[in-house]
Antibody, heavy 123, light 106 residues
Framework: QVQLVESGGGLVKPGGSLRLSCAASGFTFSDYYMSWIRQAPGKGLEWVSYISSSGSTIYYADSVKGRFTISRDNAKNSLYLQMNSLRAEDTAVYYC????????????????WGQGTLVTVSS | DIQMTQSPSSLSASVGDRVTITCQASQDISNYLNWYQQKPGKAPKLLIYDASNLETGVPSRFSGSGSGTDFTFTISSLQPEDIATYYCQQYDNLRSFGPGTKVDIK
């Protein structure tokens, strides 16, 4: 069965860095677009970034562009999010999510999600 | 950027009621619209993709319609287990979510 397990969250000071990981299993990881989506405490969902199956196509939300870097290692079935210059407003649960299908251009919908990892940015 | 709005922001309905949520995009997104259900403390769950297609395993009381800028999500007969927040999400241009609609039982 498909499993996505995030790790790497925690408490970090403003301006600090953190690297999130998402370990995937139960499917051919290299066939699917992957995304990071976050949810601030008590708030709605915010798309953060996505990466194509090969890693050649990457997009970011304006709110994180220039500070966050998404990457993947298809040999290790893993997705990453390097977060630099963290701000209080980056405090959220971060989910990794898999596209519904392995379409070449991405399906745009998320059929599998991890349990999330909490990132808290505070002094 | 494409902005998504949803209405209402919250609603209360009785078991068995028909519940309708609307989602509006700031520009034409064709049918590139999905609907998710999120229960407290849980990850979202995909219910409807491409505006009107029911995800595998999702009960048929859930449905979606619309295209262009205006979309509708319907629960034909509200059940106690449907208490959740519902989000629309567009993927015509990058990705973005609506603000959510919280549904509870009257």
């Amino acid at each position: 069965q498909v499993q996505l397990v995030e790790s790497g969250g925690g408490l970090v000071k403003p301006g600090g860095s953190l690297r999130l990981s998402c370990a995937a299993s139960g499917f051919t990881f290299s066939d699917y677009y992957m995304s990071w989506i976050r949810q601030a405490p008590g708030k709605g969902l915010e798309w953060v970034s996505y990466i194509s199956s090969s890693g050649s196509t990457i997009y970011y939300a304006d709110s994180v562009k220039g500070r966050f870097t998404i990457s993947r290692d298809n040999a290790k079935n893993s997705l990453y999010l390097q977060m630099n210059s963290l701000r209080a407003e980056d405090t959220a649960v971060y989910y990794c999510a898999r596209d519904r299908t392995g379409d070449y251009y991405g399906s745009g919908s998320y059929s599998y999600w991890g349990q999330g990892t909490l990132v808290t940015v505070s002094s | 950027d494409i902005q998504m709005t949803q209405s209402p922001s919250s609603l209360s309905a009785s078991v068995g009621d028909r519940v309708t949520i609307t989602c509006q995009a700031s520009q034409d997104i064709s049918n590139y619209l999905n609907w998710y259900q999120q229960k407290p403390g849980k990850a979202p769950k995909l219910l409807i993709y491409d505006a009107s297609n029911l995800e595998t395993g999702v009960p048929s009381r859930f449905s979606g319609s619309g295209s262009g800028t205006d979309f509708t999500f319907t629960i034909s007969s509200l059940q106690p287990e449907d208490i959740a927040t519902y989000y629309c999400q567009q993927y015509d241009n990058l990705r973005s979510f609506g603000p959510g609609t919280k549904v509870d039982i009257k």
